[in-house]
């Protein structure tokens, strides 16, 4: 069924979208932003979501025992397992419905949400290995940058000069050195599968990948930047605005790898410096005071300028060659 505006709209106006209201996330968290979208959309499409939920902050604020904010089947899961947790899902539900045991006229939609930690890092292997065994499953990501539930330590999705508590910024080192991870494009390496980026400040780029994703006959992962508004020390009516500074600076590029062809999404006519994206976050606020503040944001906007050029040449490799 495709997915109509009006559909779109029904959806959208029903407070029941899988996760009701009352969890403990703080205000201004885009996370919950980032699931909310992807059930709606699932749900316009006629989907049964089954979820399952890497540990992280959306998992314990949604699920303080022995209360929980979901009204559709989930499933807990270590950091690390979630991957492998709703691939066995998928699979026992093709077994089941080839058995006959599963009425053939519902359709699920399998959906792993996992934060930075249990996907850069901790959950890497087992996304890894559901991917390449090609489980029709979505995997979603919502990226804060950080070890946010244990108090903002550094993961592998940091970028250079944010504080966090297991790499400070001080005099004589400037916190992370490293750049992010790019996790995208280790996802879009395995082939046969569907990679995407999203913020919830463009909210129909979003929907229309969440739309691919789901119909994707494959693996599909889909990374929304989420800001985390007590660790990048942001008000909270700001998340939303820092994403869209973050896509306007190249920080975070809009773009889908389906099979191999890339496509950029948003192109925006005229570029903000990184450094504005930079400068209105709390947790680069030390980096700022640091002598070499100057040279570590021109590597930054070194590297995003060259990550923007190296897409659009995979975009304009990729264009003319069909969708395997």
């Known amino acids: 069924m495709p997915l109509t505006m009006k559909k779109l709209a029904e959806v959208f106006t029903d407070r029941e979208t899988g996760l009701t209201q009352g969890h403990r996330m703080c205000p201004g968290c885009a996370a919950p932003m980032t699931v909310k979208i992807v059930l709606m959309v699932a749900k316009a499409l006629g989907y049964e979501p089954v979820i399952g939920f890497a540990t992280g902050c959306m998992e314990v604020s949604s699920t303080i025992f022995p209360f929980t904010s979901w009204s559709v089947p989930y499933i807990h899961n270590a950091f690390e397992n979630v991957a492998a947790t709703i691939s066995g899902v998928e699979t026992a539900y093709r077994a089941l419905k080839k058995a006959g045991k599963i009425p053939s006229d519902k359709k699920y939609a399998f959906i792993a949400f996992g934060g930075d930690g249990g996907t850069y890092d901790i959950g890497l292997q087992a996304l890894s290995g559901a991917l390449e065994r090609g489980h029709k499953m979505l995997y979603v990501l919502y990226d804060n940058e950080g070890y946010m539930n244990t108090g903002n330590q550094r993961s592998g999705s940091t970028p250079p000069g944010a504080d966090t508590t297991t790499a400070p910024v001080g005099k004589a080192v400037a916190g992370k050195l490293q750049l992010k991870k790019n996790i995208v494009e280790i996802v879009a390496a395995h082939e046969n599968v569907y990679a995407a980026t999203v913020t919830p400040g463009e909210p129909m780029d979003f929907i229309n990948k969440v739309e691919k994703a789901l119909q994707f006959d494959g693996p599909a992962f ?22 869209k500074l973050a896509v306007q600076t190249k920080y975070w590029p809009l773009y889908e790898v389906e099979r191999g062809v890339y496509r950029v999404t948003r192109k925006p006519t005229s570029f903000k410096p990184v450094a504005e994206f930079v400068k209105a976050q709390g947790r680069f606020r030390l980096l700022l005071q640091r002598p070499d503040a100057e040279q570590i944001i021109n590597e930054l906007q070194n590297y995003v300028d060259r990550r923007w050029e190296r897409l659009l040449a995979f975009e304009e490799a990729t264009k003319d060659k069909p969708v395997r």
Request: aromatic share 10%; glycine share 0%.
């Open 222 to 243: 889909i990374a929304s930047l989420s800001p985390c508004v007590r660790f990048w020390r942001i008000d909270e009516n700001k998340s939303v605005d820092i994403t």
